[in-house]
C-alpha cells in the first residue's frame, strides 16, 4: 500500500516569490508520482507526473518536481509564481502495476498575493 | 470532445432519500473512479471500475454503489443518504495500458448537500 503526506496545508507567497510546496510518499513497491492542480470550483487537472528516467519532471506553466528515492519525497516549485498560480495542489501516488488506484495527499492551499 | 460530465452540478438532498450522481466519459478510457473530496481530508476514493462489468471498493465505500453496465457511463448511488455524505464528489478515468499507467481525467464534480 501507498501513502502520501502533504507536509503543508497553506502556503501563502507574494507575487514572483519563489515557492515549494512539498510532498513525501511512503510505498513497498516501485511507484508514478503526480501532482495535480485544482484551480477554484473546477476539477483537477494533471500538472506533472514521474514514471521513470529524469528525476526531474517540468510543467509547461514553470512548475518543476524532483523525484527524489532516498528521501521519497516529489517536492513541487516554482521561481517565480503568479496570482493566477492561486490554487490547491495534490500531490499522488500509485504503485506501477496496472490497476493500482490512485493515492492522493490531503493539498496544499497556494494563496499568491500581491 | 467533452471529456467526463458529471449531473447534477449541485444537488440539495434531504436525509434518507436515494440519489444518483451521473457520470459519462467520451474518451472510451476502460477505467473510472468516484471520489469524494472534504477539506482538509483530500480526495478519497469510494468505488471504481477497472472495466465495464467490474467495479471494486476504494477507502470509503460503506453508503455508495456502482454499476458499470457500458463503457462511457459510471453512476454513484446513495441509497439512504446521511449528512456525513455532505461532500463533493469527483468522477475520473483513465486508460489502463499494459505497464499500468494511464493519466486520469477529472469530471468538473458535483457539490451534494445532505440536510
Known amino acids: 500500500a501507498q501513502s502520501v503526506t502533504q507536509l503543508d496545508s497553506q502556503v501563502p507567497v507574494f507575487e514572483e516569490a519563489p515557492v515549494e510546496l512539498r510532498c513525501n510518499y511512503s510505498?513497498?513497491?516501485?511507484?508514478?508520482l503526480f501532482w495535480y492542480v485544482q484551480y477554484p470550483n473546477q476539477g483537477l487537472q494533471l500538472l506533472l507526473k514521474y514514471l521513470s528516467g529524469s528525476t526531474l519532471v517540468e510543467s509547461i506553466n514553470g512548475f518543476e518536481a524532483e523525484f527524489n528515492k532516498s528521501q521519497t519525497s516529489f517536492h513541487l516549485r516554482k521561481p517565480s509564481v503568479h496570482i493566477s498560480d492561486t490554487a490547491e495542489y495534490f500531490c499522488a501516488v500509485r504503485g506501477i502495476q496496472a490497476g493500482t488506484a490512485l493515492i492522493f495527499g490531503k493539498g496544499t492551499t497556494l494563496s499568491v498575493s500581491s | 470532445i467533452a471529456g467526463i460530465t458529471q449531473a447534477p452540478t449541485s444537488q440539495i438532498l434531504a436525509a434518507g432519500r436515494r440519489m444518483t450522481l451521473r457520470c459519462t466519459q467520451d474518451?472510451?478510457?476502460?477505467?473510472m473512479y468516484w471520489y469524494r473530496q472534504d477539506l482538509g481530508l483530500g480526495l478519497r476514493l469510494i468505488h471504481y471500475s477497472n472495466t465495464a462489468g467490474t467495479t471494486g471498493k476504494g477507502e470509503v465505500p460503506d453508503g455508495y454503489s456502482v454499476s458499470r453496465a457500458n463503457t462511457d457511463d459510471f453512476p454513484l448511488t446513495l441509497a439512504s443518504a446521511v449528512p456525513s455524505q455532505t461532500s463533493v464528489y469527483f468522477c475520473?478515468?483513465?486508460?489502463?495500458?499494459?505497464?499500468?499507467?494511464?493519466?486520469?481525467?477529472f469530471g468538473p464534480g458535483t457539490r451534494l448537500t445532505v440536510t
Open positions: 474518451m472510451r478510457h476502460n477505467a
Open positions: 510505498s513497498s513497491v516501485s511507484v508514478y
Open positions: 475520473a478515468s483513465s486508460e489502463l495500458r499494459r505497464q499500468g499507467f494511464g493519466e486520469q481525467y
